[in-house]
């Protein structure tokens, strides 16, 4: 009779972690270049006794991820704004000196040259340099490849770097991620590149991410339905026990 209390309250646990991410990931639906936040749920078993009482499954904790699905692209006709074509990261110099790597194209010149983020971190090339232009030379333009032109001079190359897949990814800045293996410069340019005068939304689904959220919702409650139902049940047995007739 006991067993299904353990049950229920893992599975309050296990919903009430994913609805935490589900409302993140909601907040950040027009969050330029975020990536959505998933919950990967074990299954845990507990063996019976071997007197009778049977095994009992229940959910895990669960252990979160960062998805790697691309967001959809728009196109702005801003020549300093730019998305990744392909699996690969910008990079740019984090407050504290780390590298962090973001898909948010969004960049801008300042007085100095340097081409940094919309937060004002310099975006790096591939062999982790700032990057510099002129101010005052006009319009840049920027290849496929990343390379940066301005008044025919080739100044640089934006830096693509891809994140092995087996990395964990913690976030950092406002779409930026981090991760726990080094990145390496991607050279391939047929399978990635940079479209200048697009920017790459959230790949965060909202019609998707609603029913889910709908769906958990409707299951939190089943569970504390089940919690209730469990402790009157118990509650009723102890009260018949301690008063036999």
């Known amino acids: ?5 353990p049950v229920a309250l893992s599975a309050q646990m296990a919903i009430e972690r ?8 909601l907040a950040n ?8 936040e998933e919950v990967k749920f074990d299954e845990m078993l507990k063996p019976g006794d071997g007197f009778g009482a049977p095994s009992v499954s229940m959910a895990s904790e669960g252990k979160s991820f960062i998805s790697t699905r691309n967001g959809e692209l728009t196109q702005t006709g801003n020549p300093l704004d730019m998305a990744v074509s392909g699996d690969a990261y910008f990079a740019f110099q984090g407050a504290n000196g780390a590298t962090v790597y973001t898909r948010d194209g969004r960049m801008r010149i300042n007085q100095g040259g340097t081409i940094e983020t919309l937060t004002g971190h310099p975006l790096l090339d591939a062999g982790g340099a700032q990057l510099q232009v002129d101010p005052n030379g006009g319009a840049v333009t920027i290849a496929r490849d990343g390379m940066i032109t301005q008044n025919g001079r080739q100044l640089g190359a934006v830096g693509l770097f891809s994140i092995p897949a087996t990395a ?11 991760p726990d293996q080094p ?14 005068g697009f920017v790459e939304g ?18 939190f409650e089943n569970a504390a339905n089940l919690t209730q139902t469990n402790e009157h049940s118990l509650g009723e047995a102890i009260q018949t026990l301690g008063n036999p007739k």
């Open 1 to 5: 009779m006991q067993s299904s209390l």
């Open 183 to 196: 990145a390496q410069p991607a050279l391939d340019f047929s399978r990635v590149g940079v479209m200048q």
């Open 18 to 25: 994913r609805l935490d991410t589900l409302a993140n990931n």
């Open 168 to 178: 964990k990814l913690t976030r950092s800045d406002t779409s930026g991620v981090i």
């Open 202 to 219: 959230s790949n965060v689904n909202p019609i998707m991410e609603m029913t889910r959220l709908i769906a958990l919702q409707r299951a």
């Open 29 to 36: 639906i027009r969050t330029v270049g975020f990536r959505a």
